[in-house]
């Protein structure tokens, strides 16, 4: 059964930083590519960050880029986001996907930095 479960949302002020986790079981999570994406309301779902199998490979979007940081260890199957300074503009529910020849995404995680 295939499962990509985020875990680590929360209510956070702006400035502040949160570390999202996305445990992954059901495939070969050493083999994906994986990535980050966040949905605001009202807003189309945007792609945050991505990683390469290994984790030699990394993007960002211009949003985030130099805030986020996107790591991963095959050893737990487990990709993150590490998110600093984190703005108002950040919220949004995060989502993690798996590509590798399929398409698999997690429920999500709920942040919100507010004050």
């Known amino acids: 059964q295939v499962q990509l479960v985020e875990s680590g949302g929360a209510l956070v002020q702006p400035g502040g930083s949160l570390r999202l986790s996305c445990a992954a079981s059901g495939f070969p999570f050493s083999s994906c590519f994986m990535q980050w994406y966040r949905q605001a309301p009202g807003k189309e779902r945007e792609l945050v960050a991505g990683i390469s199998s290994d984790g030699s490979y990394t993007s960002y979007g211009m949003s985030v880029k130099g805030r986020f940081t996107i790591s991963r260890d095959n050893a737990k199957n487990t990709v993150y986001l590490q998110m600093n300074t984190l703005k108002p503009e950040d919220t949004a529910v995060y989502y993690c996907?798996?590509?590798?020849?399929?398409?698999?995404w997690g429920q999500g995680t709920q942040v919100t930095v507010s004050s």
């Open positions: 996907r798996a590509i590798g020849g399929f398409a698999y």
